[in-house]
């Protein structure tokens, strides 16, 4: 896909940055190696204890692209990547964590796609990659359209796949709930009308990293409950009945395959 310099195509990736020295230069170098060279990097530095911080000052030296920041108390995920999306001048948000991993022609591909059929909210399959980069488990594979109801039966949409156009729909933040803050953006996205359309090709790769509370999604039973119920404003009879959706498919993903 052929690039221009002004913002109508520029995107703005969205990343925490929290203890990441382990995998943050693996990152970095995905994002380097794409096609689609019209970005901007907008890194959040969340009071970390290792080295991240001088590893992003170093990256920003490296490519006028990047832009770091850094919070001058913790403040989570969520709060962190709002910060960042305030930040972002970007028509497209795109979002990749700290120890994650696009395909070189992430990007290209999925900006096309949203142009060439003019939709302002998608995602892409994706892959799993151990600590060492390894690949494990299958790739997880999309739908091609995803709506508010169809999220809440299936967590189909994974942070580092998901872009959406600002300036058509506006910039949504992060919610300030503990947990699933990416959870609750898609669903107040898809609420508001706009579906999300994913792309089949395997694009990105989330890195499992050993006894993350992500690795753990059995143990969460309650806590979904409880997220839905703070989030959508549920019944606890209709958080029950979107768990069990969401608890069946979870099965499936994460212990059948």
């Not at 403040?75 to 305030?86: D, E, M, P, Q, V």
């Not at 609750?184 to 989330?206: D, M, R, V």
Request: overall charge positive; hydrophobic content about 35%.
């Amino acid at each position: 896909m052929e690039n221009t310099n002004d913002n109508s195509g520029l995107v703005s990736i969205i990343t925490p940055v929290y203890n990441a020295s382990r995998f943050l230069e693996k990152t970095a170098e995905s994002v380097f190696k794409q096609t689609y060279t019209n970005w901007e990097w907008v890194l959040v530095d969340d009071c970390s204890t290792d080295n991240s911080w001088e590893i992003l000052t170093s990256l920003q030296k490296q490519d006028s692209r990047i832009k770091v920041f850094k919070n001058i108390e913790n403040l989570k995920s969520g709060k962190t990547r709002n910060f960042a999306i305030k930040k972002a001048n970007g028509t497209y948000i795109a979002f990749l964590d700290s120890d994650d991993l696009w395909h070189p022609e992430k990007l290209s591909i999925q900006i096309a796609f949203m142009i060439n059929n003019g939709y302002n909210f998608t995602h892409t399959s994706y892959g799993y990659v151990d600590e060492e980069g390894n690949t494990i488990k299958s790739t997880f594979r999309v739908n091609k359209k995803v709506t508010y109801f169809d999220l809440l039966k299936r967590t189909e949409i994974s942070c580092l796949t998901a872009v959406y156009n600002a300036n058509e729909i506006g910039k949504f933040y992060m919610s300030e709930h503990a947990r699933k803050q990416d959870y609750a953006l898609w669903l107040a996205i898809l609420k508001s009308g706009t579906p999300s359309f994913g792309i089949y090709q395997e694009l990105a790769y989330y890195r499992q990293v050993k006894n993350s509370a992500t690795s753990k999604k059995y143990k969460l039973i309650l806590k979904h409950i409880s997220f839905l119920k703070e989030t959508q404003n549920f019944s606890t009879i209709k958080a029950l009945y979107y768990t069990s959706y969401w608890m069946i498919n979870g099965f499936v993903r994460y212990f059948l395959k």
